[in-house]
């Protein structure tokens, strides 16, 4: 069985291992980097950290057979306040026209672009690549756990909701929208620019002009990675774009990659998150498939303590009803209440009661995949 929970000191080294086979913008393969965020997250799902401005879930999706850390993903409550904005790059359009010759040209503008308003962000998806195309959609699991749990919590984030879908890489690491543009006013690498923005981006506002820049003064290899996603990312857009995220013309300064943005309150997955009581267990006969999870004290970690599952349920009067593994899975009992979002997983045979998983594991674990050369894209 596989469960998604809040994160812990000790998945530090098993994240890092991640953050290196798959290169995420939020979550940079850097050991202290990582270890603040965990801290950062352990107090947000605590109540410790009261000031919405500074929360930041992260979640990890456990293989329960191994005990290994195969993907992560998280929520960023705000990712921008007055004197510290979010940094885009704004794509427009400005068209030419000339009487004489009776022809024109329309060019792709960019400019830098901030927002000081603090919407909340999805961010740092990354599955294992032996674990990609799990006959259980673990990589949709991972994305899907960030609505559920902005479901449950509403009052919590901002009513704007933005992602990140990351755009290309060389098998080398470099981007080369970066060599051309952002490296020409910054004297850093793409991957040293990306660590150096996880503790400051003003050397982006500072650096870099402020002025149109036209798109058709770079080279084509570089102008055709505005607003694109990588392959590895194609997934992550069309969940985000299923859940009614739009582009609006902003792409991250580095990448080129696009930032997608959705209403709290009309994404489809938020909207449908809802907490019921558990009325019964047993064999479950229905097709529905959920995400279930319980919160607090009850769990191992205490206050604040997060885990979730995916599996079949049925509802029943009162409530809902549930496999006895899937209890025993949760640590809960009947009676209890549990958060439920309904997703659209296939579920081939009923569940019974103390089965186990089916079928060849898909590939190794993060700690001993080989995957291919180089890094991997995230989603968002």
């Known amino acids: 069985m596989f469960i998604i929970r809040q994160i812990r000191i000790e998945d530090v080294p098993a994240v890092l291992k991640l953050a290196r086979l798959v290169h995420s913008f939020n979550l940079p393969a850097d050991r202290d980097s990582i270890a603040t965020k965990v801290q950062r997250s352990r107090r947000s799902f605590s ?3 009261e000031d919405p401005k500074e929360r930041l879930h992260m979640f990890v999706l456990e293989d329960t057979e191994t005990g290994n850390i195969i993907g992560t993903s998280m929520i960023i409550g705000c990712i921008s306040t007055p004197g510290q904005p979010h940094v885009y790059l704004e794509v427009s359009k400005k068209s030419f ?24 962000e999805l961010a740092g998806l990354i599955l294992a690549p032996g674990y990609r195309g799990h006959r259980d959609r673990l990589g949709g699991f991972l994305s899907s756990i960030r609505f559920h749990y902005l479901g449950l919590h509403r009052r919590s984030f901002d009513k704007r909701v933005i992602a990140e879908v990351m755009g290309s890489l060389t098998p080398d690491s470099r981007n080369v929208l970066w060599d051309y543009l952002g490296g020409r006013f910054i004297n850093l ?24 820049i036209y798109a ?16 590895e990312a194609r997934p992550a857009l069309a969940m985000l774009e299923r859940q009614g995220f739009e582009y609006h013309g902003h792409i991250d300064p580095f990448d080129g ?11 489809p997955l938020v909207k449908e998150t809802s907490r019921v009581k558990v009325v019964d267990t047993g064999r479950v006969s229905s097709s529905r498939t959920g995400i279930l999870s319980v919160e607090g004290p009850s769990l191992p970690d205490g206050p604040g303590a997060f885990r979730a599952v995916q599996a ?19 640590g809960i009992k009947v009676g209890d209440k549990v958060g439920l979002t309904p997703i659209r997983v296939p579920v ?17 674990t993060a700690k001993g995949n080989k995957g291919a050369k180089g890094k991997k894209r995230s989603g968002s």
């Open 257 to 267: 990659g696009p930032y997608l943005e959705a209403r709290l309150d009309r994404i």
């Open 216 to 231: 058709s003064l770079l080279p084509p290899e570089a102008r055709n990675l505005i607003g694109r996603v990588g392959d």
């Open 348 to 364: 081939a045979k009923p569940e019974k009661d103390g089965g186990s998983r089916k079928g060849k594991k898909q590939g190794k």
């Open 47 to 49: 109540g410790r950290l």
């Open 312 to 330: 079949p349920y049925a509802e029943v009067d009162g409530g809902i009803q549930v496999a006895r593994k899937t209890i025993q899975a949760l």
């Open 97 to 120: 026209w000339s009487d004489d010759l009776q022809q024109g040209q329309t060019h792709k503008v960019l400019k830098l672009g901030t927002d000081e308003t603090g919407p909340s």
């Open 189 to 212: 690498s793409y991957l040293e620019a990306d660590v150096f923005c996880q503790h400051s981006k003003e050397f982006i506002t500072s650096l870099f002009p402020t002025d149109p």
